[in-house]
């Protein structure tokens, strides 16, 4: 089991620049979520996919992010144009069944972003 | 509002103590309780998943309690390591499933 896997690990770029993150979910799971985690806010949901659909994208700060999933085994968190407050650690988590139910929600390690 | 507070913000004990974590909630309505175990740079691993008629669940030496009726939860660590030097993170599930609320964490660090 190669766990979720996220790409990359590491993005420093400057403000007005795009900004794509990439989350490969574990084979046969359903739903998909995407997380912020920041010192002074922890983490938080930004939104979250079943079956390649979303279902809430409440947690999405601004129409400068959007997040997308073409298919069962990728998806992509896009922000654009990037600003510094945007900093922070990146998720992806994905699970067996729509959250809320019993069954983990399995993350990989992040992709830490700095916005200069 | 649903809020999830846990303490204390940080700990600091020698390797082989036990320790104790507390996480209050007043998540309504209820689903489940979810611990985590963070390392620093990795993302969050899941340790234990309590529902309302679970009062206790192990995992090795993880511990996880609830009480329901006082909406609190203790994740208590026993013969601690140094490996279990990490962010530990409550998280609670409303009934309803569309509403995951998160702790601020503990932060231990457990020394030699």
């Known amino acids: 089991d190669a766990g979720v896997i996220q790409s990359p690990r590491h993005e420093v770029t400057e403000m007005g620049q795009e900004v794509t993150l990439r989350c490969k979910p574990i084979s046969g799971h359903n739903s998909l979520f995407w997380y912020r985690q920041t010192m002074m806010r922890g983490l938080e949901l930004l939104i979250y996919?079943?079956?390649?659909?979303?279902?809430?994208d409440s947690g999405m700060p601004e129409d400068r992010f959007s997040a997308k999933m073409p298919n069962a085994s990728f998806s992509t968190l896009k922000i654009q144009p990037s600003e510094p407050r945007d900093s922070a650690v990146y998720f992806c988590?994905?699970?067996?069944?729509?959250?809320?139910?019993?069954?983990?929600?399995?993350f990989g390690d992040g992709t830490r972003l700095s916005i200069l | 509002k649903n809020q999830v507070e846990q303490s204390p913000q940080s700990l600091i004990i020698l390797e082989g103590k036990n320790c104790t974590l507390q996480?209050?909630?007043?998540?309504?309505?209820?689903?489940?309780l979810r611990w985590y175990k963070q390392d620093t740079g990795r993302g969050p691993v899941s340790l234990t998943i309590m529902t309302f008629s679970e009062n206790t669940k192990s995992n090795g030496r993880y511990t996880a309690t609830l009480d329901a009726d006082t909406k609190q939860s203790s994740l208590h660590i026993t013969a601690s390591q140094l490996s279990d030097s990490a962010s530990y993170i409550c998280v609670v599930a409303n009934n309803a499933g569309n509403m995951l609320t998160f702790g601020g964490g503990t932060r231990l660090m457990v020394k030699p």
């Open positions: 996919f079943n079956n390649n659909v979303p279902i809430d």
């Open positions: 996480c209050n909630y007043t998540v309504s309505p209820f689903s489940n």
């Open positions: 988590a994905s699970s067996l069944l729509p959250r809320g139910s019993n069954q983990p929600q399995h």
